[in-house]
Antibody, heavy 122, light 107 residues
Framework: EVQLVESGGALVQPGGSLRLSCAASGFTFSDYNMDWVRQAPGKGLEWVGHIRRKSSSYTTEYAASVKGRFAISRDDSKNLLYLQMNSLKTEDTAVYYC?????????????WGQGTLVSVSS | DIQMTQSPSSLSATVGDRVTITCRASQGIRDDLGWYQQKPGKAPKRLIYDASNLSSGVPSRFSGSASGTVFTLTISSLQPDDFATYYCLQHYTYPLTFGGGTKVEIK
C-alpha cells in the first residue's frame, strides 16, 4: 500500500524555523516527484512547492508566498521528503500535506499524507 | 499566475440530485486539471485526473469534462458519502493553483 506520513508539526514563534518530514512507503520513492500543499484553518488548499527526482537534478519550484523562506529536499536512501521552513509568519499556520506526483496519471496528486499541523504564534 | 475560478463556493443538495461544479482557468491549461474531494479533518482524495479520467476506485457517478478553459465536475446522483468540499487543481504550469473550493452540503 502506498503511504505517506508527515511529522514535525509544532507550535513555533514568528521568525522561527521548523522542519517537516514525510515518510514514504509502498512505492519506489526515488522514481517520483513530490509536492507539499498546505491548508490554513478553515481555508482552501494552497500549493507550497515541488521537488523533482534525481534524474531531474532534484530541482524545485515554490509558491511566491514561501519562496526564499522554505526549502524542499529529499533523502532517497531513507524514503524521506522534507520541508524546511524558516522565518515563519503567522500566516504560515496551516496543516501541511505531502503528496506524490502520479506520473502515470497526468502528474496529478495521489496519494496524500494525513497532514501535520504547524502553528505560528507568539 | 493562472487563476482558477471555482463556482459555486457552496451548494445545498439532496440525495439523488445531479450536482455540477465548475472551474474556469484564466488561460489555457490543456487538460492538465484534477478534481479532489476533501472531508472534514481528512486529507484530499483524487477523483479525476487529466480533466476527465476517473481515478481508480472512485464511483462512476463522478465524471469530469472540459470545454476550452472551463472544466466541470459532475456527480450524477448525489450520495450521502459525497457531502464534502471539492477542489480543482491546475498543474499545467508553476505555480500550481487550486480553485477556491465548493462545499456540498445537505439540503
Amino acid at each position: 500500500e502506498v503511504q505517506l506520513v508527515e511529522s514535525g508539526g509544532a507550535l513555533v514563534q514568528p521568525g522561527g524555523s521548523l522542519r517537516l518530514s514525510c515518510a514514504a512507503s509502498g512505492f519506489t520513492f526515488s522514481d517520483y516527484n513530490m509536492d507539499w500543499v498546505r491548508q490554513a484553518p478553515g481555508k482552501g488548499l494552497e500549493w507550497v512547492g515541488h521537488i523533482r527526482r534525481k534524474s531531474s537534478s532534484y530541482t524545485t519550484e515554490y509558491a511566491a508566498s514561501v519562496k526564499g523562506r522554505f526549502a524542499i529536499s529529499r533523502d532517497d536512501s531513507k524514503n524521506l521528503l522534507y520541508l524546511q521552513m524558516n522565518s515563519l509568519k503567522t500566516e504560515d499556520t496551516a496543516v501541511y500535506y505531502c503528496t506524490k506526483v502520479d506520473s502515470s496519471a497526468d502528474d496529478s496528486f495521489d496519494p496524500w499524507g494525513q497532514g501535520t499541523l504547524v502553528s505560528v504564534s507568539s | 499566475d493562472i487563476q482558477m475560478t471555482q463556482s459555486p463556493s457552496s451548494l445545498s443538495a439532496t440525495v439523488g440530485d445531479r450536482v455540477t461544479i465548475t472551474c474556469r482557468a484564466s488561460q489555457g491549461i490543456r487538460d492538465d486539471l484534477g478534481w479532489y474531494q476533501q472531508k472534514p479533518g481528512k486529507a484530499p482524495k483524487r477523483l479525476i485526473y487529466d480533466a476527465s479520467n476517473l481515478s481508480s476506485g472512485v464511483p462512476s457517478r463522478f465524471s469530469g469534462s472540459a470545454s476550452g478553459t472551463v472544466f466541470t465536475l459532475t456527480i450524477s446522483s448525489l450520495q450521502p458519502d459525497d457531502f464534502a468540499t471539492y477542489y480543482c487543481l491546475q498543474h499545467y504550469t508553476y505555480p500550481l493553483t487550486f480553485g477556491g473550493g465548493t462545499k456540498v452540503e445537505i439540503k
